[in-house]
């Protein structure tokens, strides 16, 4: 069976670092309740002229370096985001030409807001199923400081800017759960909750990008309950059960979230990765940079069992099971 199998991933974040204090000082908000409520301390901006693109490029000459190969080994580029460049061409072709990939390559975006990486990876792992393509650089790259209304506090002080990439190569697999790479994805969205998050704005309404809008506690409400049942199903489909995974890699929406989550499934906080106090909500980007950040570290080993899953706008959700 043909797998999926991680060959190496990357991040980068913006150089500018703003913290709590920083904010506070620009809007009525405090370090405490920012702290409190959401686990965030600090999160990176993005530099003028410095575009979702460029943080996309650099994540991913970092993934294609760890993984000992080079722009010509790119079949496919899948980047997720929510704030591209331009309304088109999509971020993925900006990165291609970025990288300096073979002609042959091909690459398109995926958007699905916060879940956009579990999309994105489940989109690459079928066409590597399919035999269309035997690699593909699964992207997550956001300048969310761009659609923040700064003035709304109950919002601005929660995003951040970065990208994570992952390298993905096929293998042959025996088609069971001890295979390395990509075992399962399972993905879902509910149009019907639109209101709860959205960009009130965009080429074919206001003609005007528009900024976040978010209906906070009641996003929260569904996130602990949609991301506890897609990890179930999840396990359900690989037979593993929570105690075999090593790594739980989850959106980085709230410390609160992550905590909930968690609990209701039984896992313990050593094995959460928490990057969410350093880097704030960075959508598409935060679960790749979270990984990234884990494998840097030597937390995640070849032979892992990893487990990612996210909620966003749409909404939309998500989870997969990597053998790393
Ligand atoms: O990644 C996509 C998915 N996104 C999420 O998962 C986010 C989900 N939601 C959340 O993380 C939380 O709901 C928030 C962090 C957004 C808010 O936390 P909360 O505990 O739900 O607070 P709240 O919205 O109920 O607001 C509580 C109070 C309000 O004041 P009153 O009405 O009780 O007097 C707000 O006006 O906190 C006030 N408030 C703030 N105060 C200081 C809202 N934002 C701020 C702020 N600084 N930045």
Not at 41 to 61: K, M, N, P, V, Y
Request: aromatic share 6%.
């Amino acid at each position: 069976m043909r797998r999926s199998v991680v060959a190496g991933v990357g991040h980068y974040l913006p150089e500018r670092i703003v913290t709590n204090a920083d904010l506070a000082k620009q809007i009525d908000t405090s370090d405490e309740w920012i702290r409190e409520r959401s686990g965030i301390t600090q999160r990176h901006i993005a530099a003028d002229g410095e575009f979702t693109s460029d943080l996309a490029s650099h994540a991913a000459r970092k993934a294609l370096d760890a993984a000992g190969m080079g722009p010509d080994d790119v079949d496919l580029i899948v980047v997720a985001t929510s704030t591209p460049d331009e309304t088109f061409p999509a971020s993925a072709t900006v990165v291609q030409s970025k990288l300096g990939c073979a002609n042959g390559s091909m690459g398109f975006d995926v958007q699905a807001v916060c879940s956009g990486f579990v999309y994105a990876l489940a989109t690459a792992d079928n066409f590597i199923k399919a035999g269309q393509v035997d690699s593909a650089l699964v992207i997550g790259a956001e300048t969310f400081s761009r659609i923040l209304d700064w003035e709304d506090r109950g919002t601005c002080v929660l995003f951040g800017d970065g990208a994570g990439a992952m390298m993905l190569k096929a293998e042959d697999g025996k088609g069971t759960s001890n295979d390395r790479g990509v075992l399962s994805t399972h993905l879902h969205s509910d149009g019907s909750l639109h209101d709860l998050l959205y960009v009130d704005g965009g080429p074919s309404s206001t003609g005007e990008v528009g900024y976040l809008r978010m209906e906070g506690r009641e996003v929260f409400r569904h996130a602990v309950t949609k991301m506890s049942e897609v990890v179930v199903e999840a396990l359900e489909a690989t037979g593993l059960n929570a105690e075999e995974v090593d790594w739980f890699v989850p959106h980085q929406a709230n410390k609160r979230i992550i905590d909930g989550t968690a609990r209701k499934l039984g896992v313990g906080a050593d094995r959460v990765v928490v990057t969410i106090d350093k880097h704030a909500n960075t959508s598409a980007a935060s679960i790749p940079l979270a990984l990234s950040v884990a494998v840097g570290d030597d937390r995640i080993q070849q032979g892992h069992l990893v487990l990612i899953e996210a909620m966003g706008g749409g909404l939309t959700w998500g989870s997969g099971i990597i053998r790393w």
